[in-house]
């Protein structure tokens, strides 16, 4: 069962340049979101979907854009980049649009950004 | 605004030791979350409280939470040097989740 799953694993980039981050899943879930994880400040969800065609902002969306054209994948674009953005990125997914009982969120690897 | 607190923020313990991560929230919330990371890797969920007064245990580690007090506690019986990674906790509002600042934990032999 691959689960959540996200690429690239590393990228560099220079300041200004654009990128897409993907995340896949394969569990029919409804729910997807990114986050980024900084040192000392815990994971900060960025943009949320609760379904294809639906999405929302979270604590962190300045400089990113996303878009859920079908329940599986949920991309997170970076339109120019900038050093702030140097991050680790993870993708998490759950079962429903809201959470309901012991769901819980899935995680993918994570993807670690560096921005020059 | 929704903060998640932990504390303490760097815990390092002798094996065979006990010690309790607190975990505090600003908002109603009856489910709290504990998500265990090792270095270098994804989230790993450890347990899904529900309600208030919830405690659950696996293994060395038994998780609780006080919805009124808007507080949880991950106790660590007994540490062992696998227990040594970074554990966070969670609530959600539903459809956001919000995270703490996570527990860096180092169990030294």
């Known amino acids: 069962n691959a689960g959540v799953t996200q690429t690239p694993k590393f990228q560099v980039l220079k300041t200004g340049q654009s990128m897409t981050l993907q995340c896949a899943q394969d569990?029919?879930?409804?729910?997807m979101s990114w986050y980024r994880q900084d040192p000392g400040m815990g994971l900060r969800l960025i943009h949320y979907s609760v379904g294809a065609g639906i999405t929302d902002q979270g604590e962190v969306p300045n400089g990113y854009n996303v878009s859920r054209s079908t329940t599986e994948d949920f991309p997170l674009r970076l339109l120019s980049a900038a050093p702030s953005q140097t991050s680790v990125y993870f993708c998490?997914?759950?079962?429903?649009?809201?959470?309901?009982?012991?769901?819980?969120?899935?995680f993918g690897s994570g993807t670690q950004l560096s921005v020059l | 605004e929704l903060k998640v607190e932990q504390n303490p923020l760097f815990l390092s313990m002798q094996e065979g030791k006990n010690y309790t991560i607190y975990c505090n929230y600003s908002?109603?919330?009856?489910?709290l979350y504990w998500y265990r990371q090792d270095p270098g890797k994804s989230l790993e969920s450890l347990f899904v409280l529900l309600s208030n007064g919830a405690v659950k245990q696996e293994g060395r580690l038994m998780a609780s939470l006080d919805t009124k007090a808007r507080l949880s506690t991950l106790h660590i019986t007994a540490a062992v040097h696998d227990l040594s990674a970074t554990y966070f906790c969670?609530?959600?509002?539903?459809?956001?989740?919000?995270f703490g600042t996570g527990t860096s934990l180092t169990v030294i032999p």
């Open positions: 969670a609530v959600d509002t539903g459809n956001q989740f919000y």
């Open positions: 569990m029919n879930h409804e729910y």
């Open positions: 998490a997914s759950s079962p429903r649009a809201w959470v309901v009982g012991n769901e819980k969120l899935f």
């Open positions: 908002t109603t919330s009856d489910r």
